[in-house]
T-cell receptor, first 115, second 112 residues
Framework: NAGVMQNPRHLVRRRGQEARLRCSPM?????VYWYRQLPEEGLKFMVY????????ESGMPKERFSAEFPKEGPSILRIQQVVRGDSAAYFC?????????????FGPGTRLTVT | GESVGLHLPTLSVQEGDNSIINCAYS??????FIWYKQESGKGPQFIID?????DKRQGQRVTVLLNKTVKHLSLQIAATQPGDSAVYFC???????????FGEGTQLTVNP
């Protein structure tokens, strides 16, 4: 059973460009979470999605950031018009739809560098 | 706002010693706590979890203790090995399926 997959692992964008980060959850998991980690800091929640639904986006900046988890295919985190402050590691986690704990399992992350 | 924090940012131990990493939380509504290990360049790896109706849980070489009275969580690693060197994060969750709130992390270094 493959774990959570994220691609690309590293992404370099110039200021003003768009960044697209992809996340494929573990098999059987229908819940996806996105977190951002700045250097030397803990992870900060951004958004929680189920298939075709955004459940909680309270951690997502109001502008330039969007996320989706379509019926088919991976979850996408999109950052438009990137700025240097967007440089960070972005982690995706997935959890199963049922179970007492619904533990979140993390992918390897995408490291975004904005030049 | 509510937060989860760690007492010590760094911890250095000798191989074979036991390690204790501490965490304080302030959200009394949290009912689930997790410890993650993060190695350089990798995503957080689940280590052990505990629910608020328990005060201790043991895994392989690891034990998590929860003291709800003082809102304190600790991770004990027995016979620490060089492979245990990593940043350790505690995280808490208020309800099943919701977001995790992470602490800032403790860098554990194991000296051979």
């Amino acid at each position: 059973n493959a774990g959570v997959m994220q691609n690309p692992r590293h992404l370099v964008r110039r200021r003003g460009q768009e960044a697209r980060l992809r996340c494929s959850p573990m098999k059987g998991h229908s819940h996806v979470y996105w977190y951002r980690q700045l250097p030397e800091e803990g992870l900060k929640f951004m958004v929680y999605l189920q298939k075709e639904n955004i459940i909680d986006e309270s951690g997502m900046p109001k502008e330039r950031f969007s996320a989706e988890f379509p019926k088919e295919g991976p979850s996408i985190l999109r950052i438009q018009q990137v700025v240097r402050g967007d440089s960070a590691a972005y982690f995706c986690a997935s959890s199963p739809p049922r179970g007492p704990g619904r533990e979140q399992y993390f992918g390897p992350g995408t490291r975004l560098t904005v030049t | 706002g509510e937060s989860v924090g760690l007492h010590l940012p760094t911890l250095s131990v000798q191989e074979g010693d036991n390690s204790i990493i501490n965490c304080a939380y302030s959200n009394s509504a949290s009912d689930y706590f997790i410890w993650y290990k993060q190695e350089s360049g990798k995503g957080p790896q689940f280590i052990i979890d505990i629910r608020s109706n328990m005060d201790k849980r043991q895994g392989q070489r690891v034990t998590v203790l929860l003291n709800k009275t003082v809102k304190h969580l600790s991770l004990q690693i027995a016979a620490t090995q060089p492979g245990d060197s990593a940043v350790y994060f505690c995280a808490e969750r208020e309800t099943s399926g919701s977001r995790l709130t992470f602490g800032e992390g403790t860098q554990l270094t194991v000296n051979p």
